[in-house]
């Protein structure tokens, strides 16, 4: 306790945010200087790296996101093979930095999403935090999302936290919008400080678009990079119009959020079987897909954001901020303006790894990090799970 209580004494701190999302690309690991808490955070983003999955590690996570293809024994294998390389990601980045790990005052670790059942407030997300903690010798936070589906809350999503801390403007409506595996989009009216804030998932993300360039190319190639398929093809409408109709996510007003358990691999393939039962072209399809992204977004826009909000400008982040596709066609709609993460100082890809790391400080100070507004929670409070290494007599 008289460590804990010396580190949140520093005025700065050497922090890693780790994060492996829907897409299942890699771990992203951020090392960054935390100074302050709360509203008075400031953060410095000292390296990032993003530590790619093999296929073979890729294509066993997912098999555990399907109950068809997952089992127990399997999971539990995993939880520890993936702590191992959170461990390893954490020691690579601090070592890229060249800083050593006795440097880093604490890791913050999301974790990788197997299942998420937000209407039984049930969530799991793997990564074992003993083995990071132990492996590097360092205070390991994470597992954020259970606590605040045990007041009622989604658990998801928890991004929009350190969107308040970091972005909102006292001058303009901001949205933030994360295009992931999923898509989510934070809500920062200008005015109303915390509670104020509101935001949820979308819908897809590059979920459908990355397993449809998988089907077709034979795990060849696992995304459209820079939505250069997606812009050599044709919209279909009326594969589109179908996809939109069929899809109540869409239409569901928030608090909302999803996962692999609504846009599955199975979804992806019905797709790609339609689109070539009636002749059309792989581009055309990812065309197609990558515009059904575009229109959930703008949808949720218009039903739940438009009549609130007098929104001035959408700033995009995450893997879906470098597909061309993506952003002409959010840029076609003309209500806003697009910027990018790096527009206003930041990093898309670091982002959301930046965020877990402040969630962590958060956690370590005991202030309540979940907002209520977002997740549907009854209440705030700390989220985070506080694993302390036998290392630590050593420093």
Known sequence: MDYLAKQMDKKKKLAIGLMSGTSMDGIDA??????????????TLVAFETFSFTEDERSKIKSLCDPVTSSVDQICRMNVYLGHKFAEASLKITALAKYCPKDVDFI?????????MPEFHATLQIGELAVIAEETGCLTVGDFRPSDMAVGGQGAPLVPFTDYLLFHSKEKDRVLLNIGGMSNITIL????????????????GNVLIDEIVKIETNNRFSFDKNGDIAMSGSIHHSILNDLIAKDPFIRLPPPKSTGREQYTEQMAREIW??????????????????????EAVISNLEQYVFPKNSISEVIVSG?????????KGLAAYEKYKILKMEDIGYSSDAKEAISFAIL?????????????????AQR??????????SLLKDR
């Open 189 to 204: 009216p200008k005015a109303g400080g915390a509670k104020s804030v509101y935001g949820f998932d979308t819908g897809p």
């Open 273 to 294: 079987d339609i689109a070539n039962s009636q002749g059309i072209s792989f581009s055309d399809i990812i065309a197609t897909v990558t515009q059904y992204t575009v």
């Open 319 to 327: 893997g879906g901020v470098y597909n061309a596709a993506i952003i």
């Open 108 to 116: 913050s670790s999301h974790g990788q999403t197997i299942y998420h």
């Open 360 to 376: 962590g400080n958060e956690c370590l100070h005991g202030n309540c990090n979940n907002l209520p507004n977002v997740t549907g």
């Open 380 to 389: 705030q409070t700390i989220m985070g799970k506080i694993v302390i290494p």
């Open 30 to 43: 951020a090392l960054v200087e935390l100074e302050g808490q709360g509203e008075n955070t400031n953060v």
